[in-house]
């Protein structure tokens, strides 16, 4: 499927299903970052996202998206053993039966090389604007990466695009609307993610529902942080879709397993939700 300005986005298409549910699978602090832990080693970083992608999968979410939520503090460019470890992971733990996504923090081409190798269908980046930031001055470049997903002949890989990073602040004045509409037509998002101000925070039902009115039914819009079981069906009555991490992990702390229970109670709301509609 070739993605381009004339061709908006198939959810359905894409995850079997409307209003789609995305799980995170968060790896622990990969090699060379402050909290890996060197003792247990690259394999028990694969085991422990193993078991999160099991209890997932069994929960019944529609794609798991990967990501190296454990590296903190973040860097704006990946390190050569964090791609390596990345795509290892990936590689071995990603589920057969329904798509999956790549998030590199914050290196969308790093990002996008693991998904090209492995088979990912999606990316989520920030990939427009210019922010400041916990990382220092952020100002990422979608041209770039658009044809870098050219060069490797990547083009069925979607790339969801943050356009309210969390711990980062834009510099500018566009509202929601008007830049997710500058994004949907300039930068050619195949989708457009609207977050809280870090992880786990949820945005407000509003901000989505701007960005909604931006991108109109052109592209499609996904809450992308603090999604609950409380409020998953709020968010779906406003975005295309959703985005989940922390209130699947045990005690919804962002860095903690998964907790099945609550993945689970999770997966019932948003089928209720469904059902609703």
């Not at 990002?111 to 990316?123: D, K, M, R």
């Not at 998964?258 to 209720?272: L, N, Q």
């Amino acid at each position: 499927m070739r993605l381009d300005a004339e061709v908006s986005l198939d959810l359905n298409q894409l995850f079997g299903v409307d209003k789609p549910a995305v799980a995170m699978a968060h790896l622990p602090p990969m090699p060379g970052t402050p909290l890996y832990d060197e003792t247990s080693g690259p394999a028990a970083i694969v085991e422990s996202v193993a078991r999160d992608v099991e209890h997932l999968v069994g929960a019944g979410f529609d794609a798991i998206l990967f990501c190296n939520e454990g590296d903190r503090p973040y860097q704006l460019q990946a390190s050569l053993e964090g791609v390596a470890m990345m795509a290892r992971v990936v590689a071995e733990v990603a589920p057969s039966d329904r798509p999956f996504g790549v998030d590199y923090l914050w290196d969308p081409q790093a990002a996008l090389a693991v998904a090209a190798v492995t088979g990912a269908s999606f990316i989520r980046e920030v990939a427009t604007g210019v922010y400041e930031s916990d990382m220092g001055l952020w100002a990422p470049d979608a041209g770039k990466l658009l044809r870098y997903r050219r060069e490797l002949d990547a083009e069925h890989v979607a790339v969801f695009m943050n356009i309210t990073p969390e711990f980062a602040s834009t510099v500018g004045t566009r509202d929601i609307a008007t830049a997710a509409r500058s994004v949907r037509v300039s930068s050619l998002a195949d989708a457009i993610l609207v977050s809280g101000p870090m992880a786990g925070a949820e945005p407000s039902v509003d901000a989505v529902r701007e960005a909604k009115r931006g991108c109109g039914d052109e592209t499609p819009v996904f809450a992308n942080t603090g999604v609950k079981s409380s409020n998953v069906k709020d968010f779906l009555a406003v975005a295309d879709g959703a985005i989940v991490g922390s209130d699947l992990k045990v005690d919804g702390g962002t860095w903690n397993p998964v907790d099945p229970e609550r993945a689970s109670r999770f997966m019932t709301e948003v089928r209720a939700v469904r059902e609703s509609l």
